[in-house]
T-cell receptor, first 116, second 110 residues
Framework: DTGVSQNPRHKITKRGQNVTFRCDPI?????LYWYRQTLGQGPEFLTY????????KSRLLSDRFSAERPKGSFSTLEIQRTEQGDSAMYLC??????????????FGPGTRLTVL | GDSVTQMEGPVTLSEEAFLTINCTYT??????LFWYVQYPGEGLQLLLK?????DKGSNKGFEATYRKETTSFHLEKGSVQVSDSAVYFC?????????FGKGTRLHILP
């Protein structure tokens, strides 16, 4: 399977714990995006990378959240001191963006986080 | 800021019925518009897109036309199947960030 993969698929944690999610994009894609989807809502943009550079962060991304893409391939999203309001589906997407254009974003299956 | 509004669900139809899911947007300029679909247990998939006014996107029997006069991008299908049961999201692309509507859950009864 050469699509976007995310691990773990499900994570249950207690309030105050740290969690880390991983996203493996489609191999030739240079952009990687993180979105968050809460119950009954559409996904909301969190942040994105061009290769290893983080280009933009949403105001939704509090200082408890950090994302990295150290080698321009896979990415991790860490949430420190989790809160119940962090419970959501975290989606990763990737695309190939060439000069002057925007590529189609391909989404992974998501990681569902439940904070007790 | 930019936003997308779509009809609330769930929408329940019988097989072979005609489907319309309304979507309107608020945006500066003319962003690309999309419909995504999320089947049970699967990730979001791009269903169709339109990149400029009056463009019609189509795929798998679904169609949507980019109407700048009414700032709308309604999704239609002439004859739905049970396999079309899913959640449908209308969306636009602003500076390579996708802005989604809240989604419309569609149930098709055999």
């Amino acid at each position: 399977d050469t699509g976007v993969s995310q691990n773990p698929r499900h994570k249950i944690t207690k309030r105050g714990q740290n969690v880390t999610f991983r996203c493996d994009p489609i191999s030739e894609h240079n952009r990687l995006y993180w979105y968050r989807q809460t119950l009954g809502q559409g996904p909301e943009f969190l942040t994105y990378f061009q290769n290893e550079a983080q280009l933009e962060k949403s105001r939704l991304l509090s200082d408890r959240f950090s994302a990295e893409r150290p080698k321009g391939s896979f990415s991790t999203l860490e949430i420190q001191r989790t809160e119940q309001g962090d419970s959501a589906m975290y989606l990763c997407a990737s695309s190939l963006v060439l000069a002057g254009g925007a590529g189609e974003q391909f989404f992974g299956p998501g990681t569902r986080l439940t904070v007790l | 800021g930019d936003s997308v509004t779509q009809m609330e669900g769930p929408v329940t139809l019988s097989e072979e019925a005609f489907l319309t899911i309304n979507c309107t947007y608020t945006a500066t300029g003319y962003p690309s518009l999309f419909w995504y679909v999320q089947y049970p247990g699967e990730g979001l998939q791009l269903l169709l897109k339109a990149t400029k006014a009056d463009d019609k996107g189509s795929n798998k029997g679904f169609e949507a036309t980019y109407r700048k006069e009414t700032t709308s991008f309604h999704l239609e299908k002439g004859s739905v199947q049970v396999s079309d049961s899913a959640v449908y999201f209308c969306a636009l692309n602003r500076d390579d960030k996708i802005i989604f509507g809240k989604g419309t859950r569609l149930h098709i009864l055999p």
